[in-house]
């Protein structure tokens, strides 16, 4: 076990829908008002001039629905290890669209740009999870091979109907993509399409519980994310303490979109619902709305949806850029990888520093016009063979 308390930057804590908390999914809640409650397809949005939207076809071999066809009894821990390589790669999809978001707000302060921060730590915090409960049970994180390849849709066929996309900051991006991902799952069984993110984490949660797999603390860290602790998963106890914790910081309660276990705490569905609304989320007269304080849109830079095959034809100095934040981006996959690998909290730390990094061109990129349109470039996070190239 490999352990550090060099703290990481903490924000507002906020909850999440997290996946890995999903496996006991609830609705959204009908006593919220003013919450939409399905993303609105990407067609019907309006991207960049010039961006085209393509959705990329899931890997079949670790597919939710694949795994969820092994029946109850047959989830072994070859079959956890691949559920959980499968939730790492759900988590990891989250980041790039807020690190986007995050960084098109010109006011590093706004309000809005210190929610999503907080929900960009959560996210860490919660792929680091899955990455303990990987190693946990004797199996190895795939990071580097696990990234999504943008737009498309979420890794492991879960959400077939919802396209991930790379953009800046708008309403459409926040309710489409952000809104989008964390939407809560509708307690209703469906008998055919693609399988709820609450249903194969279900199956995830019984599997532990009817495999029992051993679980070793080796190669497994304790590191300050945010406000949250990551902490070893030794005991059976704890893969319940960690689906609870993920579970009531994500969707918060199945009658709230609070949190019991912070007071300022909501899932990030209704954070975000904050931001496309623009005003904060209050309970009146037992009613959840969207009527409390002001919560004005942020000045944002406005950076275009990234294509499918990348920006066409960049000039030299877009080129540059790029290339510096793709190889950044390599670099935190590649020690985020090595840090459940042996490397430890010090790898951890090389890839929070290269994340940070990637902030700089990452925000230049946002200031330059897109000819011929009124967006700006942006990052597009891709990994690099040979970063030093």
Known sequence: MTEATEPFPAGRRLGRRGFLGAAAAVGVPPAVRGVPTAPVPVAAADPAPGAGVAAAVPAAGRSAARLLAVPGGHRDVPWIRDALQTALELELATLPPYLCAWWSIRDRSDPAARLIQGIVYDEMFHMALVCNLLVAVGGRPSIVDGVMSYPGPLPGGVREDLTVRLAGLGHDFVRDVMMGIELPEAPVARVAGPPSIGSFYDGLAAAFEE???????????????????????????????????????????????????????????????????????????????????????????????VPADGWPSPERRVRRLLHQCDALFTTVLRELEAAWDGGGHRALGRAVAAMRSMEKPATALMDIPVPGTDRTYGPQFRPLSDPAS
Request: aromatic fraction near 8%; include cysteine.
């Open 211 to 305: 495999a029992a797999p051993e679980l070793a603390a080796d190669g497994q860290l304790r590191q300050r994310i945010g406000p949250n602790m990551l902490e070893p998963v030794a005991r059976p106890s704890d893969v319940a303490r960690v689906i609870e914790t993920v579970k009531e910081q994500g969707e918060g309660t199945s009658t709230s979109p609070e949190c019991s276990l912070g007071r300022e705490m909501l899932g990030h569905y209704y954070a975000f619902g904050e931001i496309y609304h623009e005003r904060m989320l209050e309970r009146v007269d037992g009613v959840w709305e969207y009527s409390g304080d002001p919560l004005p849109f942020p000045d944002v830079r406005p950076m275009g949806v």
